[in-house]
């Protein structure tokens, strides 16, 4: 029988997944979302067009494969049907190609206003959300009072729908917050909602399946299936820097749960990184470069968030936290993003421990909210000139390839992708 082999992050999103995923999804016959939601972007470059995918898995450039939106997902119907007409408009066919679990839930509209109001009130202890309603979504699938895609073929939906918005809204008048002003894609809450409603014809119109019977048939049925995974390890629920993560399991384990598959169905698993690292809103950063280095990073790298357009915290490779992710994901063979951005440095930093209480480590602590962890540093060589477009990995420069050695050792996977520019054309097979 065929595996599901697993495509995700290692590092805190933003990895380049959505690049990689086009890039190999010639090999699937389906391509399905895991988990996340709209808070995800996914951007592909190719033939002078760029496209961000923030529900749609990044297979849908490819005519031949499937695209299935998972029940690990939660979907926001007004975000998914302004990407279905973007994509029409850029003359890519979605229907036909996307089918969506009955079991994912929705994002309401008061969800968002709800994650609105509750960031506000944090004040300076907000944890930095993308105000996707993606928080109060999953609280409302685990209290088990969420609404399903499924729920869109019942004749109770109006009804389910206006209970939940009146429980919602009771919940936003104790924070007691003037929400007239606050905008959601360019809308107020009044107009967001009355397009929201609108959209709901949209969902109705896309196929909708029992998503475990549909993937294990495949999978019966000999098809291969990549699982795309959002956001990074490191904003994991379980394993990231508690309380600055994201709603979900981004880890392969999510895999299981958000697709219905068995972990004995798992096959290869992709791990993707940067080449240095970036983060987008609060939380431990240990190698954070609040200097030239990060700012001449972000400009090259063009470290704006695809979702929120908020410039990314920047900083050198974290060796600790890139194994951790390692370990949790059960790893297979890795892939480097954006090497080029690393063009300018003629000398490349690279965290290889911590230090904290006086001690040294690899490990994470329990504490790395609240410790001052202090990174160890190796230097290397960079190779501090542009890149030339190839297809050999030996026509790289030595310190590059240096570079991608020094980290598999340190690592103990192989790096069998190196990406050098967004084009899927600027990707260097190992």
């Known amino acids: 029988m065929a595996k599901v082999d697993v495509l995700l992050g290692l590092q805190w999103g933003d990895e380049g997944k959505g690049k990689i995923v086009d890039v190999l ?10 988990q996340g939601g709209p808070n995800a972007g996914h951007t592909i470059e190719f033939d002078g067009k760029k496209f961000v995918l923030h529900t749609i898995p990044s297979g849908i450039f490819n005519e031949k494969t499937i695209n299935v939106i998972g029940n690990g997902v939660i979907i926001d119907p007004f975000v998914l049907k302004k990407e279905i007409a973007q994509l029409n408009e850029g003359g890519i066919q979605v229907h036909g190609h996307l089918v969506i679990s009955r079991k994912a839930h929705i ?20 944890i930095g959300s993308t105000l996707k309603g993606i928080s109060p979504a999953y609280t409302d699938k685990i209290s088990r009072s969420g609404m399903r895609i499924g ?27 003037d929400y007239s002003e606050m905008k959601f894609d360019g809308l107020s809450f009044t107009e967001y909602e009355k397009n929201w409603l609108e959209a709901l014809e949209v969902l109705r119109e896309l196929k909708k399946v029992n998503s475990e019977y549909y993937l294990n048939s495949a999978l019966r049925d000999g098809k291969n299936i990549l699982a795309e995974g959002a956001q990074g390890t490191l904003l ?11 709603s979900s399991n981004t880890i392969t384990a999510g895999v299981c749960s958000g697709l219905g598959v068995a972990p004995s169905k798992v096959g290869n698993v992709y791990g993707i990184f940067k080449a240095y690292c970036t983060r987008v809103g609060s939380g431990p950063f240990p190698t954070e ?29 974290d060796l600790p936290a890139l194994k951790y992710a390692v370990m949790l994901n059960g790893v297979t063979e890795l892939m480097m993003m954006k090497a080029d951005v690393l063009n300018s440095f003629s000398m490349l930093k690279v965290a290889v421990q911590y230090k904290y209480n006086g001690q040294f480590s690899e490990e994470i602590p329990f504490e790395s909210v609240s410790l001052d962890l202090e990174p160890v540093y190796e230097t290397l060589k960079g190779w501090n000139r542009e890149l030339e477009l190839t297809e050999r990995y030996d026509d790289l420069p030595v310190e590059l390839t240096d ?12 790096v069998k992708i190196v990406s050098l520019g967004p084009d899927r054309k600027e990707t260097v097979f190992k």
């Open 236 to 246: 994991d629920i379980d394993f990231g820097s508690y309380p600055f993560v994201t």
């Open 289 to 317: 470069l609040m200097d030239e280095d990060g700012e001449l990073l972000r400009k090259v790298g063009n470290e704006f968030g695809s979702t929120t357009g908020r410039p990314r915290r920047c900083g050198w490779l």
């Open 403 to 414: 570079y991608v050695s020094f980290i598999e050792e340190r690592v103990g996977v192989p």
């Open 107 to 126: 994002i309401l509209p008061t969800h968002r206003l709800l994650d609105a109001v509750s960031e506000q009130a944090k004040g300076k202890n907000k």
């Open 151 to 177: 729920d869109l073929e019942s004749s109770e939906f109006d009804k389910r729908y206006h209970l939940a918005r009146e429980r919602h809204m009771k919940s936003i008048d104790q924070y007691d917050i």
């Open 25 to 34: 999804t010639p090999r699937y016959d389906i391509i399905a979302r895991f």
